[in-house]
């Protein structure tokens, strides 16, 4: 199986690769994409980021480091029949830059790793972070159908995934809500369906609910399709878009038993104008585990002029009492109730030069907690955590990025 999903991902990502290629040799994107788009069946796109940052968490439980986190995805697609293909593959190199580990973030909570929970580290992506076929056909003069299969991709919960939200575009930390709203952005074994017409969609997917184990290399960590979700959007407008989902999640935690039922809404908005944008998303989820619920509450926004970007994210996230008081003994303590953790982050970016269309940009931003009574102990009455940063985004093309994208309806 493991030799069949390579073949696969290889496919998948050597018809992307001249896109790649093509970016690094051009300084011209707008004009080499339109050559492309005139001369080829195929219309091709790229986008991606890569952010190199001194990250500096606060408390007794913090520290300091120097880390990369990065992605790079490129999209190839052209009619097909009555409809249209759509393929898409996405990596990055989080394994090497960000270690198997991940990076330091206060109170987040996650995944594995040696053996033992990952509790205030933020996981690092896979190497392989989606590989997918998509086809969209047209049903009249008014709806769609889709079908997208992918060994690696995204099902229909949750809000977009935080790396393709234009609201939180400039902002190099993952949000402390992640794993309650769109950590299955990186599933295993997803097959999708989606019915679109006018302003609602309706999507539905089956996939493997696990989540990646802590070998960040392995092209993926196959599993039977044991889990199930489903997905409404409306998008009145060009600017605003509103989803509501919800899923069963079979044990998707390799060190905590029990299965997960995940509900999410969100609302997100965009305006733009030339390279000019401001973007928000408001987005609430709810965990029903074993032994309670956990919800989770974030706001951000970004808004870009000229050359300064400034965002902001404003989360409160139930987190496991227990797990982050100490680890090792979180399974003694799995009566306690959940501790509300609340943050604010304020952060900028300058963009300081272009170099043949990539983007380049200096900025810093600080993280303030309200820390409940029963972390004081182990985190601090006011930890305060500080990212300063290099963010490096590869050009855009003439259709611009890769935002709001998601993987029943690609970008194109």
Same mark, same amino acid.
């Given at each position: 199986?493991?030799?069949?999903?390579?073949?696969?991902?290889?496919?998948?990502?050597?018809?992307?690769?001249?896109?790649?290629?093509?970016?690094?040799?051009?300084?011209?994107?707008?004009?080499?994409?339109?050559?492309?788009?005139?001369?080829?069946?195929?219309?091709?796109?790229?986008?991606?980021?890569?952010?190199?940052?001194?990250?500096?968490?606060?408390?007794?439980?913090?520290?300091?480091?120097?880390?990369?986190?990065?992605?790079?995805?490129?999209?190839?697609?052209?009619?097909?029949?009555?409809?249209?293909?759509?393929?898409?593959?996405?990596?990055?190199?989080?394994?090497?830059?960000?270690?198997?580990?991940?990076?330091?973030?206060?109170?987040?909570?996650?995944?594995?790793?040696?053996?033992?929970?990952? $509790? /205030? &580290?933020?996981?690092?992506?896979?190497?392989?972070?989606? *590989? %997918?076929? =998509?086809?969209?056909?047209?049903?009249?003069? @008014?709806?769609?159908?889709?079908?997208?299969?992918?060994?690696?991709?995204?099902?229909?919960?949750?809000?977009?995934?935080?790396?393709?939200?234009?609201?939180?575009?400039?902002?190099?930390?993952?949000?402390?809500?992640?794993?309650?709203?769109?950590?299955?952005?990186?599933?295993?074994?997803?097959?999708?369906?989606?019915?679109?017409?006018?302003?609602?969609?309706?999507?539905?997917?089956?996939?493997?609910?696990?989540?990646?184990?802590?070998?960040?290399?392995?092209?993926?960590?196959?599993?039977?399709?044991?889990?199930?979700?489903?997905?409404?959007?409306?998008?009145?407008?060009?600017?605003?878009?509103?989803?509501?989902?919800?899923?069963?999640?079979?044990?998707?935690?390799?060190?905590?038993?029990?299965?997960?039922?995940?509900?999410?809404?969100? $609302? /997100? &908005?965009?305006?733009?104008?030339?390279?000019?944008?401001? *973007? %928000?998303? =408001?987005?609430?989820?709810?965990?029903?585990? @074993?032994?309670?619920?956990?919800?989770?509450?974030?706001?951000?926004?970004?808004?870009?002029?000229?050359?300064?970007?400034i965002y902001g994210r404003l989360e409160s996230v139930d987190t496991e009492t227990a797990l982050l008081q100490n680890p090792?003994?979180?399974d003694a303590g799995l009566d306690l109730p959940p501790s509300l953790v609340t943050a604010l982050t304020v952060g900028a970016?300058?963009?300081?030069?272009?170099?043949?269309?990539?983007?380049?940009?200096?900025?810093?931003?600080?993280?303030?907690?309200?820390?409940?009574?029963?972390?004081?102990?182990?985190?601090?009455?006011?930890?305060?955590?500080?990212?300063?940063?290099?963010?490096?985004?590869?050009?855009?093309?003439?259709?611009?990025?890769?935002?709001?994208?998601?993987?029943?309806?690609?970008?194109?």
């Amino acid at each position: 199986m493991r030799t069949g999903v390579f073949v696969f991902c290889v496919c998948v990502l050597s018809v992307l690769a001249p896109a790649v290629a093509r970016a690094q040799d051009d300084p011209r994107p707008a004009d080499r994409d339109a050559a492309d788009h005139a001369s080829s069946p195929w219309m091709l796109m790229s986008d991606g980021v890569l952010f190199a940052t001194f990250n500096h968490q606060g408390g007794p439980r913090g520290g300091d480091e120097l880390k990369s986190t990065n992605w790079w995805m490129g999209m190839a697609s052209r009619n097909a029949g009555p409809g249209r293909l759509t393929l898409t593959g996405m990596i990055s190199l989080d394994p090497a830059t960000a270690t198997s580990r991940g990076y330091r973030e206060l109170f987040q909570v996650g995944e594995a790793y040696q053996g033992q929970p990952l $509790v /205030d &580290w933020q996981h690092p992506h896979d190497l392989l972070m989606q *590989a %997918a076929v =998509v086809w969209r056909v047209p049903i009249g003069t @008014e709806s769609h159908v889709t079908i997208a299969g992918a060994p690696v991709g995204e099902p229909a919960l949750g809000p977009i995934a935080f790396m393709h939200r234009p609201s939180a575009a400039e902002n190099p930390a993952a949000p402390l809500a992640h794993h309650t709203l769109d950590s299955t952005h990186i599933a295993m074994g997803v097959l999708t369906t989606a019915v679109e017409r006018g302003p609602v969609t309706i999507e539905g997917s089956i996939f493997h609910g696990g989540e990646p184990d802590d070998n960040r290399w392995n092209l993926m960590d196959p599993g039977a399709l044991d889990s199930w979700s489903a997905r409404i959007w409306y998008q009145p407008s060009s600017e605003w878009q509103l989803q509501v989902s919800h899923g069963f999640l079979k044990k998707p935690e390799a060190l905590e038993a029990g299965d997960v039922r995940r509900t999410t809404a969100s $609302v /997100d &908005w965009l305006r733009s104008s030339g390279d000019d944008f401001t *973007a %928000a998303t =408001v987005a609430v989820g709810r965990n029903d585990k @074993e032994h309670g619920a956990f919800h989770a509450f974030l706001a951000e926004l970004t808004s870009h002029r000229g050359a300064t970007s400034i965002y902001g994210r404003l989360e409160s996230v139930d987190t496991e009492t227990a797990l982050l008081q100490n680890p090792l003994t979180a399974d003694a303590g799995l009566d306690l109730p959940p501790s509300l953790v609340t943050a604010l982050t304020v952060g900028a970016v300058r963009d300081v030069t272009r170099w043949r269309g990539f983007e380049i940009g200096a900025g810093a931003d600080v993280t303030l907690y309200a820390v409940p009574d029963a972390l004081r102990a182990s985190h601090g009455d006011h930890p305060a955590s500080v990212h300063v940063f290099l963010r490096v985004r590869p050009p855009a093309g003439h259709m611009g990025r890769m935002w709001n994208m998601r993987m029943a309806k690609p970008v194109m």
